[in-house]
């Protein structure tokens, strides 16, 4: 008798066990985190879902011989660190420094002059259709070699470049071993491979999965109560600026898609100078003042931001997005703009240290 209430009283704790176990997975599914907050409603979740999944399949150029070619990429990261490539010794990496989330951390940049514009991180730059703040190329190759032909940034001709491909014997072989044959006498040429070979590096520096896009994922798996990341990893502040990032405050109108960017151009009300006195006037048809809209991954770690580098932190970037235009009040409380920051914080891999103190 004893034997068999015993049984019957483990049989009893494990269905207890089970039950309490499905109630916790519950609790810190996806839906159920968004549910403790007002459930997710279709037109949320779709948008949510729009942002991912990351990350992409792993970039290939038809075109570029370099393009995912081990010994193209190879080349190509040793030009980008290399001193040499500029007769004035500024390398890519002077501005794109990689323990920096290649950025630079200054407000603009700095070559042999100082420039009008804040450097962009390069991670995920591949995966944009336009290139530089206001969408100068729509080659990656072609803004591999902008730095070099800007005369306010590394600079060098055509002809510096070949130069130093033809009298470097490692660096002509290598050449030779990713385009066919050594760099010949059209510097134009070499040149333009140069910039494949930066291109087939650039398009290897992405971002990994963040907090994001695992809890993401978990909304995507889940129809009803499932297992999903525990809710640690995207916290209700998170939660609340990403409803805002999708819904009301419309960031996701512009910062779109899985790169959140549109790669479209939109005037900005921050204006920045390209020359001493002169503002930008556009580009490529583009009304005066209108810049690429910037992806968002890894944010958290590339400060200062704006294409003028007046925003110190994510909160001073978010706010020029949350007034009217026309002068109106804030459109987002303080609060509901640390939220927001608490979610961009969310798109880095990293844990980010808070960087809001909006009131």
């Given at each position: 008798m004893r034997r068999r209430w015993a049984a019957s009283r483990r049989s009893v704790q494990r269905l207890v066990a089970a039950a309490v176990g499905a109630l916790l997975a519950l609790a810190c599914s996806p839906l159920a985190a968004a549910t403790a907050a007002g459930a997710l409603t279709p037109t949320e979740r779709s948008a949510i879902l729009a942002l991912g999944p990351w990350p992409p399949a792993p970039l290939h150029d038809a075109a570029n011989?370099?393009?995912?070619?081990?010994?193209g990429i190879a080349l190509g990261e040793s030009l980008f660190y290399s001193p040499r490539l500029s007769p004035s010794g500024i390398r890519c990496a002077s501005c794109h420094e990689p323990w920096r989330?290649?950025?630079d951390g200054r407000v603009v940049a700095q070559g042999i002059a100082v420039g009008s514009r804040n450097t962009p991180s390069l991670l995920d730059a591949a995966r944009h259709s336009h290139y530089g703040w206001d969408g100068a190329h729509d080659a990656l190759w072609q803004q591999s070699l902008r730095p070099l032909e800007d005369e306010r940034e590394?600079?060098?001709?055509?002809?510096?470049v070949a130069a130093l491909m033809r009298s470097d014997a490692a660096l002509s072989a290598r050449y030779a071993g990713v385009f066919g044959a050594g760099p010949g006498s059209d510097d134009a040429g070499v040149m333009r491979n140069?910039?494949?070979?930066?291109?087939?590096?650039?398009e290897t520096?992405?971002?990994p999965r963040t907090p994001f896009d695992q809890w993401r994922d978990g909304v995507a798996a889940e129809t009803g109560p499932a297992a999903a990341p525990p809710s640690a990893a995207f916290?209700?502040?998170?939660?609340?600026?990403?409803?805002?990032?999708?819904?009301?405050?419309g960031c996701s109108a512009c910062h779109a898609g899985p790169t959140f960017s549109d790669d479209a151009f939109h005037v900005s009300l921050v204006h920045s100078m390209a020359a001493p006195d002169a503002p930008d006037l556009?580009?490529?048809g583009e009304p005066a003042n209108a810049f690429r809209t910037p992806g968002l991954r890894d944010v958290a770690f590339t400060a200062p931001y704006l294409h003028d580098g007046s925003a110190a932190r994510l909160c001073d970037a978010v706010q020029p997005h949350a007034a009217d235009p026309g002068g109106a009040p804030p459109l987002l409380t303080g609060e509901e703009r640390r939220d927001l920051v608490a979610f961009l914080r969310t798109l880095s891999a990293q844990a980010a240290p808070p960087s809001c103190d909006a009131h």
């Open positions: 011989p370099a393009s995912g070619n081990p010994a989330h290649f950025v590394m600079p060098a001709s055509a002809a510096q140069v910039g494949l070979a930066l291109a087939a590096y650039v520096l992405s971002t916290p209700p502040a998170a939660l609340h600026g990403l409803r805002l990032f999708v819904g009301r405050a556009g580009h490529r």
